[in-house]
């Protein structure tokens, strides 16, 4: 399938910008969340394990709301979608600010999420539309830097935000971000995926190409929110309370540098060599995660290099659905991020379930079993595509861009 493009096969990086700033503010809502959890649930008057639904709510409503959305907004022009995503989105953002109740600040989470599940998909889905082929790489690193970046800020913005300005505050500040790119999407290029009907776009992840792709994703997802989600008290002897947040950073840093590689790298070896690059390290790193923790500055470095080699996952994962699903890219990218989001959740429940019967200590291991699968899952891919598919994929431009 062609695209017609008016402008010439070059980067933009201007409109690309407009939408790693939007992923970022998406990102830091989530990081800056779990850093006021305390804050809120006394703000609420419910315990901390009660606050931290929110973001069960936010996750949940993630993954069924982005193939539902992508699914009943085909037609839709991209850039309106974004538009229409972010408003939804500082709606949210404004309930959680004045909620008066754990209840209200819930159905304001859904909303955010709604908007964010919305925003997000598209934005990819618009990176790779308006990016030349020899560059799709590095245009979808480009807007996921937007994240990873956020990884970095959102820790450090939601301690300080505790003390200073109140949780409340920071929502009415993420949503204020949120309208200012909302102005912004107007400049963007228009963009429009082939429309099918409801059933083929539902049918897109029944298909064995597509469900392997969200199979690793899947897996690889559990893997790192299983230890992520627990690595408060796996380093708890060498990084308690404020120190882990420079764990963290280390972590966020980490992920930016891994983003940033797995562009260019995608668009010079293909996505199925960084993909194996990324799976290999994390499962490398998580079996080192006993040895890692036993100092401070290990630990630092250990959060640099698994977040490094995490951070090349979703570039290849993507540079890879939007060529498998030529017909339907916006639901593939949508179905990528429930995979997300829905390992997320399987992540921190196999996590406590182990933590509960096992102890801190069996966490990587397991973590680590759940990668080789995804590295198994991806060998078996690798195996049946053509061979010039594994060198670049993605021969297709799927979108049409104005």
Excluded: C
């Excluded at 949210?92 to 709604?114: I, W």
């Amino acid at each position: 399938m062609t695209i017609r493009r008016s402008s010439n096969d070059r980067l933009v990086l201007g409109p690309l910008l407009i939408l790693a700033v939007g992923t970022f503010i998406l990102g830091t809502d989530g990081f800056v969340l779990n850093g006021l959890l305390p804050t809120i649930a006394a703000d609420l008057h419910v315990s901390e394990s009660v606050a931290g639904q929110l973001t069960t709510v936010f996750a949940a409503t993630y993954a069924i709301g982005s193939p539902l959305i992508a699914a009943f907004t085909g037609a839709w022009d991209r850039k309106r979608l974004l538009g229409a995503g972010l408003v939804l989105f500082t709606a949210g953002m404004a309930g959680q600010a004045l909620g008066e109740s754990f209840t209200v600040v819930a159905v304001a989470r859904v909303l955010a999420a709604l908007g964010a599940a919305a925003f997000q998909a598209n934005a990819y889905v618009m990176a790779s539309a308006i990016a030349p082929e020899a560059h799709r790489g590095r245009a979808l690193a480009t807007v996921a830097a937007g994240m990873s970046v956020s990884m970095v800020l959102g820790v450090p913005i939601g301690v300080l935000a505790g003390n200073l300005v109140g949780w409340r505050t920071v929502m009415w500040g993420i949503g204020a971000l949120g309208i200012l790119v909302a102005l912004a999407v107007p400049l963007l290029p228009s963009v429009r995926v082939p429309t099918t009907g409801l059933r083929d776009r539902l049918a897109v992840v029944v298909r064995p190409p597509i469900a392997r792709v969200l199979g690793v994703t899947v897996l690889a997802m559990l893997a790192t929110f299983g230890v992520a989600t627990y690595l408060p008290v796996i380093a708890k002897d060498v990084a308690a309370g404020a120190v882990l947040a420079w764990v963290l950073v280390g972590n966020g840093i980490g992920q930016v540098i891994g983003t940033t590689l797995a562009g260019r790298w995608t668009d010079r070896l293909g996505p199925d060599r960084v993909r194996l690059i990324s799976l290999s390290g994390v499962a490398t790193a998580l079996l080192l995660l006993d040895f890692a923790v036993l100092s401070l500055p290990s630990t630092i470095v250990y959060a640099l290099l698994i977040g490094g080699f995490s951070g090349m996952l979703m570039v290849p994962q993507q540079h890879r659905l939007f060529s498998l699903a030529p017909d339907a890219p916006s639901v593939a990218l949508g179905l990528n991020g429930s995979a997300i989001y829905a390992g997320g959740a399987l992540g921190s429940a196999v996590g406590g379930t182990v933590l509960a019967v096992a102890g801190p200590k069996w966490l990587g291991p397991v973590a680590a079993v759940s990668v080789l699968l995804a590295l198994a899952l991806s060998a078996r891919r690798e195996k049946q595509a053509p061979a010039h598919d594994r060198v670049h994929a993605g021969s297709e431009r799927p979108a049409e861009a104005r």
